[in-house]
């Protein structure tokens, strides 16, 4: 059994910066990979980034690279994600995720086994 926990969302304004973070308990050594994936009103669940904790991958949707930067601590299986330079666009609840995926589903909710319960996240001024 695997529980996340996301926390750090809220409302900014255009240009402005967010950190979420999502924690990990239960059975951690049974996955190797974690990852945020976002999901908009009225739209499908979508990746945002991923990372492995053994390997140093990283991964990004081309709409967040640049901006928006992965991050982990490989000793309590936690993930980070700074968000700068947030856009409206960039509304949703975003979720963190964690499994064993290989290269070919970094990218997709297919690749995880686990998921949180979402943390909201507003861009408006």
């Known amino acids: 059994q695997v529980d996340l926990m996301e926390s750090g969302g809220g409302l900014v304004q255009p240009g402005g910066s967010l950190r979420l973070s999502c924690a990990a308990s239960?059975?951690?050594?049974?996955?190797?990979?974690m990852a945020w994936f976002r999901q908009a009103p009225g739209k499908e669940r979508e990746f945002v980034a991923s990372?492995?904790?053994?390997?140093?991958?990283?991964y990004y949707a081309d709409s967040v690279r640049g901006r928006f930067s992965i991050s982990r601590d490989r000793a309590t299986r936690a993930i980070y994600l700074q968000m700068n330079n947030l856009e409206p666009e960039d509304t949703a609840v975003y979720y963190c995720?964690?499994?064993?995926?290989?290269?070919?589903?970094?990218?997709?909710?297919?690749?995880?086994?686990?998921w949180g319960q979402g943390t909201q996240v507003a861009v408006s001024s």
């Open positions: 990372a492995r904790f053994m390997g140093g991958g990283t």
């Open positions: 239960g059975s951690i050594s049974s996955f190797n990979a």
């Open positions: 995720a964690a499994g064993r995926p290989i290269l070919s589903t970094m990218r997709t909710t297919g690749g995880y086994a686990h």
